[in-house]
């Protein structure tokens, strides 16, 4: 197929977008659109909030793996994805590579190994936009056979402003037919808490610091930059954080929090 912004179905597509009312409809063809300028095996549209828990607004995963990959993601373990963080931060790039954005050890963490991993994506390219005070909306399109190339980079940012266009008319009809006020924050509040206070009866609170850190996958090193402490400090608080918790491995510190998670 040739990939080209003048073709037809480029043009059938973005017509699609602009005479579509619904956001499931606008969503839909969208998608389309994005097929025409590259291949992807799946998609995601998510509302990130700073006060709730994650809504996903359109995918096209399989049913199994959405309850796989989405029905677990949702429970907890988003507050340990880096898309999570980039997308409640204030300065953030609008269209970026999600392997650009990960922390130096993320590959080794185990959340890496328990929720990304399993998604057998190879690549993956994110659009961010922001759509209130409070949310931002993340459009993932994944690849699992072959990385993206130059050229289809190159394609994804010329498609930016109308994907951007699309993502917020979404928005304004989900918003429309779904009440913010009727959104359960009880679940993000709990959730947040827990990881907040993790390890909070037996662990000091730098040690509680340095173990949130561990769990979203940074390094001993880059912990030491972040808090503009010494390596060597770091290596300390982390044999301490570990004895106390009575482990010897980041799996078992992962374990302990999804366990304290799922109590929430």
């Known amino acids: 197929m040739q990939y080209r912004l003048d073709s037809p179905d480029w043009h059938t597509a973005v017509a699609g977008i602009i005479s579509s009312t619904d956001d499931q409809s606008v969503a839909a063809a969208l998608i389309d659109a994005i097929g025409t300028i590259v291949d992807h095996e799946g998609t995601c549209l998510i509302a990130f ?35 999570y963080q980039l ?14 954005e990960l922390p130096d050890r993320f590959r080794s963490s185990e959340y890496y190994r328990q929720y990304c991993e ?3 994506l190879l690549d993956e390219m994110d659009f961010l936009g ?5 949310t ?21 940012g010329r498609i930016e402003p109308v994907v ?3 993502i917020r008319k979404i928005w304004s009809s989900w918003a429309t037919r779904t009440n ?11 959730l947040t808490r827990c990881f907040e206070k993790f390890g909070q009866s037996v662990l000091t609170d730098r040690e509680r610091q340095i173990s949130q850190f561990l769990l979203r996958g940074h390094s001993s090193k880059a912990i030491a930059r972040f808090l503009d402490i ?8 982390k044999r301490n954080l570990f004895s106390k918790l009575g482990i010897t491995s980041q799996y078992e510190l992962f374990s302990i929090f999804i366990d304290d998670l799922g109590k929430s």
């Not at 922001?130 to 409070?134: A, F, K, L, M, Q």
């Not at 913010?180 to 709990?190: E, L, Q, V, Y």
């Open 164 to 166: 951007q266009a699309a």
């Open 130 to 134: 922001d759509v209130s005070d409070s």
């Open 87 to 100: 997308a409640l931060r204030k300065n953030k790039p609008t269209l970026c590579r999600f392997r650009d």
């Open 230 to 237: 010494a390596p060597g400090t770091v290596m300390v608080h």
């Open 49 to 83: 909030h700073t006060d709730a828990s994650p809504e996903v607004l359109h995918h096209t995963l399989e049913p199994e793996g959405e309850k796989h990959y989405l029905g677990r993601y949702l429970a907890g373990p988003y507050l340990l994805d880096p898309l």
């Open 180 to 190: 913010a006020s009727d959104r359960d924050d009880s679940m993000h509040r709990r």
């Open 118 to 120: 399993r998604t057998h």
């Open 136 to 156: 931002t909306l993340v459009l993932v399109v994944g690849r699992r056979k072959r990385m993206f190339n130059k050229s289809e980079l190159t394609r994804l």
